[in-house]
């Protein structure tokens, strides 16, 4: 490990102003993802800024009927609060189906949905990634790739050496349901404060894989709001994964339905960030949730997939996976409303 400099703060603004200062200085909030990336070599920073007493740690209502998330509470929290229970399962549910009940008592709701790719190459400072050290080549592809992307992914792959392949996924449970519900992040820069869609947060590879996120350097996340849902939804998450526990999804589904003809979808494990499924949306909208009707939309929304060859048979499955847990879950959600 990297020898560094560690700064405990009084306040956030003068937490942004030492990250802000510092090229290679880092946030660190539960650490339970900057902590093994220290210890493997991963992250290297100058300073360490320990932010985890200086944001909220309360969940709070706001005026407009949804609820303000303060940046340190705790997954575990979360997942526990009644009022994200009644009013949004689908989060409760993303979270608890999330690492560990000990991890998700450290993980915070600023650093979860900031966590890094876990793909293997990734992890592994001996093999090239674009995205831990830039201009190296992408060792994913033709690799082991059973968890790597389909969507987001140029039509005509690059060449593995180019400097802006990357087919990793993003990792986060609780970001594909921050999705489906619209949330929005609070952020405090150098700049001051704004507001984030939290759709808008995460970003494709495009010319920059070592990128997750829209964030500025010295951005701080303080806040996760959730606009109130509708009168009468109903939302749920689902996982799947290569084992009941402790295992990232190789594909999962967040899903809120409005009555007949409003559907929302987000889904996990087949980007490089949490994916809004919008063109399956529109063709769902105003229409029954029929089996044949949720599968042409889910045709339609994997249309440019690219499932990826490799060492391990390729990832291929994801897409026929994909589309029968999402036509599973709205076929239970309709069910539940109609019971």
């Not at 405990?8 to 880092?26: L, Q, S």
């Not at 979808?265 to 063709?283: D, M, Q, S, Y």
């Not at 339609?300 to 026929?320: V, Y």
Request: glycine content about 10%.
């Amino acid at each position: 490990m990297k020898p560094f400099a560690y700064a405990r703060p009084g306040d956030v603004t003068e937490a942004v102003r030492t990250v802000a200062g510092e090229p290679a200085a880092v946030f660190l909030g539960g650490g339970t993802n900057l902590v093994d990336h220290l210890k493997l070599g991963i992250a290297r920073p100058d300073v360490v800024v320990d932010v985890r007493t200086l944001t909220s740690r309360e969940i709070t209502d706001l005026e407009d009927g949804g609820l303000r998330i303060g940046a340190a509470v705790t997954n575990s929290a979360v997942a526990a609060d009644r009022r994200i229970r009644e009013r949004y399962p689908v989060l409760a549910e993303a979270l608890l189906a999330g690492a560990t009940g000990q991890l998700r008592n450290l993980a915070t709701t600023a650093g979860n949905p900031l966590q890094r790719t876990r793909c293997v190459y990734f992890q592994d400072v001996t093999t090239a990634c674009n995205k831990r050290e830039p201009g190296s080549g992408c060792s994913a592809v033709g690799g082991y790739t059973r968890y790597s992307a389909i969507l987001g992914i140029p039509a005509a792959l690059p060449d593995p050496t180019a400097p802006e392949t990357c087919i990793a996924t993003h990792p986060s449970d609780m970001a594909v349901a921050l999705a489906v519900v619209d949330a929005q992040v609070q952020v405090l820069g150098p700049a001051g404060a704004r507001t984030i869609p939290f759709v808008d947060l995460h970003r494709l590879p495009g010319e920059d894989p070592s990128r997750d996120t829209v964030l500025d350097h010295g951005e701080l996340v303080t806040a996760i709001d959730l606009p109130p849902l509708p009168a009468g939804a109903r939302s749920v998450y689902r996982k799947v994964r290569d084992r009941a526990s402790y295992a990232f999804a190789l594909v999962s589904v967040a899903a809120v339905v409005v009555g007949e003809g409003d559907v929302r979808l987000a889904f996990g494990g087949v980007a490089h960030k949490p994916w809004r499924a919008t063109r399956a949306e529109a063709i769902l909208r105003g229409g029954p949730l029929t089996q044949d009707a949720v599968r042409a939309a889910m045709a339609a929304e994997l249309a440019a997939a690219q499932p990826q060859p490799g060492i391990d048979s390729g990832n291929g499955f994801k897409i026929p996976l994909l589309t029968r847990t999402v036509v599973a879950t709205l076929r239970d959600l309709t069910q539940a409303a109609g019971a």
